[in-house]
């Protein structure tokens, strides 16, 4: 079993960052694979940044340039670097995790087998 807590959300202006934090426990092996995805109020759930046991990162395009994920395996903890935050950035951030060796891409992340509770970003312009 994995459980995934989350942290570091809150309220930003525009053009601000924040950096979320993902604490891991469970067998490494479960969450091989992981990642952050969002869903902003009355909107679908969007996949936002993966990476895998490589490194390999994927973002969707929307973020690209803006966000970071990095893992720090020493601590067991997932991180989201979010600079020049725009207001279409609000939403409720989720961590995941998934065991998988190939597919570890944004896309796929509603299918990860693992999930935290979520903290909320705001961006007001």
């Known amino acids: 079993q994995v459980q995934l807590v989350e942290s570091g959300g809150g309220s930003v202006q525009s053009g601000g960052s924040l950096r979320l934090s993902c604490a891991a426990s469970g067998y490494p092996s479960s969450r091989r694979c992981m990642g952050w995805f969002r869903q902003a109020s009355g909107k679908e759930r969007e996949g936002v940044a993966t990476i895998d046991g490589d490194g390999d990162t994927t973002y969707v395009s929307s973020v690209k340039g803006r966000f970071a994920i990095s893992l720090d395996n020493a601590k067991n903890t997932l991180y989201l670097q979010m600079n020049s935050l725009k207001p279409e950035d609000t939403a409720m951030y989720y961590c995941?995790?998934?065991?998988?060796?190939?597919?570890?891409?944004?896309?796929?992340?509603?299918?990860?087998?693992?999930r935290g509770q979520g903290t909320q970003v705001t961006v007001s312009s």
């Open positions: 995941a995790a998934d065991p998988r060796y190939s597919g570890c891409y944004y896309y796929y992340i509603q299918d990860f087998h693992f």
